[in-house]
T-cell receptor, first 112, second 112 residues
Framework: SQKIEQNSEALNIQEGKTATLTCNYT??????LQWYRQDPGRGPVFLLL?????KEKRKERLKVTFDTTLKQSLFHITASQPADSATYLC???????????FGKGTRLHILP | DGGITQSPKYLFRKEGQNVTLSCEQN?????MYWYRQDPGQGLRLIYY???????QKGDIAEGYSVSREKKESFPLTVTSAQKNPTAFYLC???????????FGEGSRLTVL
Protein backbone atom coordinates (compact mmCIF):
# COMPACT_ATOMS: atom_id res chain seq x y z
CA SER A 1 0.00 0.00 0.00
CA GLN A 2 1.05 3.60 -0.49
CA LYS A 3 2.72 5.25 2.48
CA ILE A 4 4.38 8.55 3.40
CA GLU A 5 6.48 8.67 6.56
CA GLN A 6 8.04 11.66 8.26
CA ASN A 7 10.95 10.67 10.42
CA SER A 8 9.77 11.74 13.82
CA GLU A 9 6.73 13.17 15.51
CA ALA A 10 8.78 15.85 17.26
CA LEU A 11 12.25 17.30 16.93
CA ASN A 12 14.08 19.65 19.33
CA ILE A 13 16.87 21.77 17.87
CA GLN A 14 19.02 24.44 19.51
CA GLU A 15 18.63 27.94 18.10
CA GLY A 16 21.19 28.70 15.41
CA LYS A 17 21.66 25.05 14.40
CA THR A 18 20.38 23.38 11.25
CA ALA A 19 17.15 21.43 11.53
CA THR A 20 16.79 18.47 9.16
CA LEU A 21 13.44 16.78 8.61
CA THR A 22 12.93 13.60 6.59
CA CYS A 23 10.10 12.44 4.37
CA ASN A 24 10.14 8.86 3.02
CA TYR A 25 7.59 7.33 0.70
CA THR A 26 6.76 3.91 -0.72
CA UNK A 27 4.65 2.78 -3.66
CA UNK A 28 4.36 6.25 -5.16
CA UNK A 29 5.70 7.78 -8.34
CA UNK A 30 5.40 11.43 -7.44
CA UNK A 31 5.71 14.18 -10.01
CA UNK A 32 6.30 16.73 -7.26
CA LEU A 33 7.02 16.82 -3.58
CA GLN A 34 5.97 19.78 -1.47
CA TRP A 35 6.69 21.04 2.04
CA TYR A 36 4.25 23.03 4.15
CA ARG A 37 4.36 24.75 7.52
CA GLN A 38 1.37 24.54 9.89
CA ASP A 39 0.89 26.56 13.05
CA PRO A 40 -1.60 25.36 15.72
CA GLY A 41 -5.22 25.84 14.69
CA ARG A 42 -4.29 27.26 11.27
CA GLY A 43 -4.26 25.96 7.72
CA PRO A 44 -0.92 24.82 6.26
CA VAL A 45 1.16 27.34 4.34
CA PHE A 46 3.23 26.36 1.31
CA LEU A 47 7.01 26.58 1.59
CA LEU A 48 8.75 24.78 -1.26
CA LEU A 49 8.01 22.47 -4.19
CA UNK A 50 10.57 20.21 -5.86
CA UNK A 51 10.05 18.28 -9.08
CA UNK A 52 11.11 14.69 -9.69
CA UNK A 53 13.91 15.79 -12.01
CA UNK A 54 15.33 18.30 -9.52
CA LYS A 55 17.87 17.34 -6.88
CA GLU A 56 17.74 20.44 -4.72
CA LYS A 57 15.75 23.63 -4.21
CA ARG A 58 16.57 26.60 -1.99
CA LYS A 59 14.62 29.54 -0.63
CA GLU A 60 16.32 31.85 1.87
CA ARG A 61 17.21 29.64 4.89
CA LEU A 62 15.27 26.65 3.53
CA LYS A 63 16.64 23.82 1.40
CA VAL A 64 14.88 20.75 0.05
CA THR A 65 16.44 17.72 -1.59
CA PHE A 66 14.63 14.97 -3.49
CA ASP A 67 16.12 11.53 -4.15
CA THR A 68 13.75 9.40 -6.23
CA THR A 69 16.07 6.40 -5.96
CA LEU A 70 15.99 6.44 -2.17
CA LYS A 71 12.36 7.65 -2.26
CA GLN A 72 13.25 10.36 0.20
CA SER A 73 13.17 14.13 0.63
CA LEU A 74 15.15 16.09 3.20
CA PHE A 75 14.04 19.52 4.41
CA HIS A 76 16.65 21.76 6.03
CA ILE A 77 16.27 24.99 7.97
CA THR A 78 19.62 26.66 8.53
CA ALA A 79 20.35 29.17 11.31
CA SER A 80 17.13 28.08 12.99
CA GLN A 81 15.14 30.55 15.09
CA PRO A 82 12.41 30.06 17.74
CA ALA A 83 9.95 31.50 15.19
CA ASP A 84 10.61 28.44 13.02
CA SER A 85 8.85 26.29 15.64
CA ALA A 86 5.84 24.71 13.93
CA THR A 87 4.66 21.46 12.36
CA TYR A 88 6.15 20.73 8.96
CA LEU A 89 4.27 18.54 6.50
CA CYS A 90 5.48 16.89 3.34
CA UNK A 91 3.05 16.17 0.51
CA UNK A 92 3.23 14.08 -2.64
CA UNK A 93 1.57 14.86 -5.93
CA UNK A 94 0.93 11.73 -8.01
CA UNK A 95 1.85 11.75 -11.68
CA UNK A 96 -1.46 10.73 -13.18
CA UNK A 97 -3.94 12.98 -11.39
CA UNK A 98 -4.39 15.89 -9.00
CA UNK A 99 -4.46 13.76 -5.85
CA UNK A 100 -2.16 15.19 -3.15
CA UNK A 101 -1.34 13.12 -0.09
CA PHE A 102 0.27 14.36 3.15
CA GLY A 103 2.53 12.80 5.73
CA LYS A 104 1.68 13.06 9.43
CA GLY A 105 4.09 15.93 9.97
CA THR A 106 7.01 16.66 12.29
CA ARG A 107 6.63 19.10 15.19
CA LEU A 108 9.78 21.17 15.28
CA HIS A 109 10.79 23.02 18.46
CA ILE A 110 13.64 25.50 18.23
CA LEU A 111 15.04 26.01 21.72
CA PRO A 112 16.38 29.48 22.61
CA ASP B 1 -8.01 39.97 -1.26
CA GLY B 2 -7.83 36.65 -3.08
CA GLY B 3 -8.04 33.53 -1.03
CA ILE B 4 -10.08 30.69 0.37
CA THR B 5 -12.85 31.21 2.88
CA GLN B 6 -14.17 28.44 5.06
CA SER B 7 -17.23 28.76 7.25
CA PRO B 8 -18.18 28.30 9.94
CA LYS B 9 -14.93 28.35 11.91
CA TYR B 10 -16.48 26.38 14.77
CA LEU B 11 -19.51 24.11 14.58
CA PHE B 12 -21.28 21.92 17.08
CA ARG B 13 -23.68 19.23 16.06
CA LYS B 14 -25.70 16.53 17.71
CA GLU B 15 -25.23 12.92 16.76
CA GLY B 16 -27.41 11.88 13.84
CA GLN B 17 -27.44 15.31 12.18
CA ASN B 18 -25.95 16.17 8.83
CA VAL B 19 -23.84 19.32 8.61
CA THR B 20 -22.47 21.22 5.61
CA LEU B 21 -19.14 23.05 5.66
CA SER B 22 -18.68 25.87 3.20
CA CYS B 23 -15.56 26.50 1.09
CA GLU B 24 -15.35 29.41 -1.35
CA GLN B 25 -12.35 30.59 -3.38
CA ASN B 26 -11.82 33.64 -5.56
CA UNK B 27 -8.48 32.53 -6.96
CA UNK B 28 -10.00 31.17 -10.18
CA UNK B 29 -8.51 27.75 -9.39
CA UNK B 30 -9.81 24.61 -11.08
CA UNK B 31 -8.85 22.04 -8.43
CA MET B 32 -10.27 21.99 -4.91
CA TYR B 33 -9.70 19.64 -1.98
CA TRP B 34 -11.12 18.65 1.39
CA TYR B 35 -8.89 17.23 4.11
CA ARG B 36 -9.55 16.05 7.62
CA GLN B 37 -7.03 16.49 10.44
CA ASP B 38 -7.22 14.79 13.84
CA PRO B 39 -5.10 15.87 16.84
CA GLY B 40 -1.44 15.12 16.28
CA GLN B 41 -2.14 13.74 12.82
CA GLY B 42 -1.45 14.82 9.30
CA LEU B 43 -4.02 15.65 6.67
CA ARG B 44 -6.17 12.87 5.22
CA LEU B 45 -7.85 13.42 1.87
CA ILE B 46 -11.65 13.18 1.84
CA TYR B 47 -12.63 14.36 -1.66
CA TYR B 48 -11.10 16.39 -4.45
CA UNK B 49 -12.38 18.02 -7.59
CA UNK B 50 -10.34 18.82 -10.68
CA UNK B 51 -13.09 20.63 -12.53
CA UNK B 52 -16.68 21.81 -12.17
CA UNK B 53 -19.29 19.03 -11.99
CA UNK B 54 -16.65 16.38 -11.34
CA UNK B 55 -15.06 15.07 -8.15
CA GLN B 56 -13.19 12.00 -6.89
CA LYS B 57 -13.08 10.14 -3.61
CA GLY B 58 -10.00 10.47 -1.50
CA ASP B 59 -8.76 7.98 1.10
CA ILE B 60 -11.53 8.52 3.68
CA ALA B 61 -14.68 9.46 1.70
CA GLU B 62 -17.11 7.22 3.59
CA GLY B 63 -19.72 9.26 5.46
CA TYR B 64 -19.02 12.44 3.46
CA SER B 65 -20.48 13.98 0.31
CA VAL B 66 -19.52 16.93 -1.87
CA SER B 67 -20.76 18.91 -4.85
CA ARG B 68 -18.99 21.15 -7.36
CA GLU B 69 -21.68 23.11 -9.16
CA LYS B 70 -19.59 26.28 -9.40
CA LYS B 71 -15.86 26.78 -9.86
CA GLU B 72 -15.69 28.95 -6.75
CA SER B 73 -17.50 26.62 -4.36
CA PHE B 74 -16.85 23.11 -3.01
CA PRO B 75 -19.11 22.41 0.00
CA LEU B 76 -18.59 19.32 2.17
CA THR B 77 -21.48 17.55 3.90
CA VAL B 78 -20.65 15.44 6.93
CA THR B 79 -23.45 12.93 7.11
CA SER B 80 -24.81 10.98 10.06
CA ALA B 81 -23.12 7.92 8.55
CA GLN B 82 -19.69 9.32 9.46
CA LYS B 83 -18.83 7.39 12.62
CA ASN B 84 -16.31 9.79 14.13
CA PRO B 85 -16.90 13.25 12.64
CA THR B 86 -15.26 15.39 15.34
CA ALA B 87 -12.18 16.85 13.60
CA PHE B 88 -10.56 19.88 12.01
CA TYR B 89 -11.58 20.19 8.34
CA LEU B 90 -9.40 21.98 5.82
CA CYS B 91 -10.31 23.10 2.32
CA UNK B 92 -7.68 23.93 -0.30
CA UNK B 93 -7.41 24.89 -3.95
CA UNK B 94 -4.74 24.73 -6.61
CA UNK B 95 -4.38 26.65 -9.84
CA UNK B 96 -2.20 24.29 -11.85
CA UNK B 97 -0.75 20.77 -11.80
CA UNK B 98 2.62 22.13 -10.75
CA UNK B 99 1.30 24.59 -8.23
CA UNK B 100 1.00 24.62 -4.51
CA UNK B 101 -2.13 24.25 -2.41
CA UNK B 102 -3.74 27.32 -0.88
CA PHE B 103 -5.57 26.48 2.33
CA GLY B 104 -8.44 28.06 4.18
CA GLU B 105 -8.31 28.62 7.93
CA GLY B 106 -10.26 25.47 8.67
CA SER B 107 -13.55 24.48 10.28
CA ARG B 108 -13.55 22.72 13.63
CA LEU B 109 -16.52 20.36 13.98
CA THR B 110 -17.48 18.93 17.35
CA VAL B 111 -20.19 16.29 17.68
CA LEU B 112 -21.89 16.35 21.05
Amino acid sequence: SQKIEQNSEALNIQEGKTATLTCNYTNYSPAYLQWYRQDPGRGPVFLLLIRENEKEKRKERLKVTFDTTLKQSLFHITASQPADSATYLCALDEMDDDKIIFGKGTRLHILP
Amino acid sequence: DGGITQSPKYLFRKEGQNVTLSCEQNLNHDAMYWYRQDPGQGLRLIYYSQIVNDFQKGDIAEGYSVSREKKESFPLTVTSAQKNPTAFYLCASRGSRSGELFFGEGSRLTVL
